[in-house]
């Protein structure tokens, strides 16, 4: 799937984008913190003895994975509301503190290890072993929930027919708790009334749960291998009766692995932003509440000091590899890098390991090394920093001329999607082929190069005389469209009419002039801006 993420009609979902600007002075310690919902009472003006028992939260059971119930919702805008939520996943409302607490254990333990020499019979040795001893108790998910009540706990959400990217941790004062219904079929008020279990079968229960990570773990052992990310769009076999077996295992698999978030925010340059999908960051690094990301080299890091470390001693200012684009003024230019995956593999597959974080249907099995990476920046005195890019294919069999596109959310709403999307048609003309983004589009994907091919050839045929005649052929290799594109366009336009048995071009003018009066500006790449010759020209050069 290609998930574009610049350009969604679903305002929901852009509304709920965190982006913040910070003082990285001030950002934030090194020491993860949790954030809880702020507590919100649901009072529907009546008081049953079963509202009695659910008001008082140390009676009531906590949720499991599967439950589902109304939770309250407030928009970036203020507005409240309610939507319909599945739990996904559980863990203790004080997590951070818990991880914390071992990383200092397991820092001791490692300190302690280095003065004994490895001796386990005087003082520090076993010290050492009453370290491990605690180590080994906290280490389980499941262990760490035995024994809360159902507010210590909190519950990672799924809200139904609502996009990923809001799934989130909330505490259990957002949910309408006479609204909720449990796994078994009962509502909440049944439950409470009818449910006896004791704490040893409780907690037999919670053995019986499969955590996220014993789940990752187990997928990851059934295949033996580490899934590796790359450059391209995950394929799923479920479009087409008949698919490929293997590719629906791995959708599933990828479904399964990927649904709980696994980190909440990044910090880059002077942005905090919110994660919206799981990335296969390494296991060190992809636990984290935050991570910090310089935007010159990409370099991940857990600590603030480290960041601020290493943005000291980087000597990075731009994306390696050719700058092929630069446009605008002498303070700030709009500049694009062509990156050879091969030759700059770290770079990329930091790269697509960031991009994860807000794709939610990334390839994660392909090598960067078939694809060049095209990053746009924006720059001024400071540096060129990353606002979005595309990957290509360098050979595509099927004439694709883009697989992955994202503009970071920092930066949507201010055209660079369309401009991307403008500048791997402009590369296609260059090479004096026709291209396609690769296929299947996500619904996102389809609206924005809707949007787009819409724009382009609206303007083209305003352009054209009656009597010129424009054939799709012609309409194609103006645009670097591929004809089946324009075609499915001018569909969805009621532009395509049957004349004398034959498809033709019916050119609407009254919608051409009600598009013209919408004044919509679109950031285009322009050509005479661009210095790239394709690749297969320079071969010949260099021969």
């Not at 704490?199 to 037999?204: G, L, N, R």
């Not at 060049?372 to 694709?400: L, P, R």
């Not at 609407?508 to 919509?520: A, H, L, R, S």
Request: hydrophobic share 30%; aromatic share 8%.
């Amino acid at each position: 799937f290609l998930l574009l993420t610049m350009h969604s009609n679903q305002d929901a979902v852009e509304d709920e984008t965190s982006v913040k600007t910070l003082n990285m002075e001030t950002c934030g310690d090194d020491t993860n913190s949790s954030t809880t919902p702020d507590a919100t009472k649901v009072n529907n003006g009546t008081e049953s003895v079963n509202d009695k028992v659910v008001n008082d939260l140390n009676t009531i059971e906590p949720l499991q994975v599967g439950d589902r119930g109304m939770v309250l919702v407030t928009w970036r805008g203020g507005e409240d509301s309610k939507l319909q939520a599945v739990v996904v996943e559980r863990r203790p409302c004080d997590v951070w503190k818990r991880r914390n607490k071992k990383r200092k254990l397991q820092k001791r333990t490692s300190g302690l290890a280095k003065e004994t020499g490895g001796d386990s019979t005087n003082t520090n040795g076993q010290a050492i072993k009453d370290i491990e001893s605690m180590l080994t108790g906290a280490s389980s998910s499941d262990e760490e929930l035995l024994g809360l009540k159902a507010d210590e706990i909190e519950y990672y959400v799924h809200y139904i027919d609502h996009d990923r990217r809001l799934d989130e941790w909330i505490s259990l004062s957002k949910f309408d708790l006479m609204t909720i219904e449990r796994v078994g079929g009962k509502t909440n008020g049944e439950y409470i009334e009818k449910h006896s279990s004791t704490k040893d079968d409780a907690e037999e229960e919670m053995k019986k749960a499969m955590t996220r990570r014993t789940r990752q773990t187990a997928m990851k052992n059934s295949h033996g291998t580490e899934l590796r990310i790359g450059g391209g769009n995950w394929h799923s076999s479920g479009d087409t009766a008949g698919g490929d077996p293997t590719l629906a295992l791995l959708e599933r698999e990828h479904e399964e692995m990927t649904k709980v978030k696994n980190i909440e925010k990044i910090y880059m340059g002077q942005w905090e932003v919110e994660a919206w999908y799981y990335s296969p960051y390494p296991e060190e690094y992809s636990c984290e509440e935050k991570l910090f990301v310089c935007e010159f080299c990409l370099k991940y890091c857990k600590r603030k000091r480290t960041y601020l470390r290493h943005k000291q001693e980087c000597t990075w200012r731009s994306p390696p590899g050719d700058e092929i684009y630069r446009e605008g003024t002498d303070t700030c230019n709009l500049c694009v890098y062509e990156i050879d995956g091969k030759e700059h593999r770290v770079y990329c597959q930091n790269l697509c390991l960031l991009a994860k974080l807000f794709l939610d249907h990334k390839n994660l099995y392909y090598d960067v090394d078939p694809f060049n990476f095209y990053v746009v920046t924006e720059t001024d005195e400071n540096g060129a920093h990353i606002v979005g890019y595309f990957s290509k294919e360098k050979q595509s069999a099927e004439d694709y001329n883009l697989a992955c596109i994202l503009t970071f959310p920092q930066f949507q709403k201010c055209g660079y999607g369309k401009f991307i999307i403008s500048l791997s048609y402009e590369l296609s003309k260059r090479e004096g082929k026709t291209g396609s983004p690769e296929k299947p589009l996500s619904d996102l994907g389809k609206i924005s190069y809707r949007s787009y091919w819409t724009h382009i050839l609206l303007t083209l045929l305003d352009e054209q005389k009656p009597e010129d005649n424009v054939q799709i052929k012609e309409l194609s290799e103006m645009t670097g469209i591929k004809a089946e594109d324009i075609i499915s366009t001018l569909q969805s336009l009621n532009m395509i009419k049957v004349w004398k048995g034959q498809h033709v071009v019916y050119v609407n003018q009254d919608m051409i002039t009600e598009y013209k009066k919408q004044g919509k500006k679109i950031r285009l790449c322009n050509s005479k801006y661009l210095t790239w010759t394709p690749h297969s020209q320079r071969k010949k050069k260099e021969k």
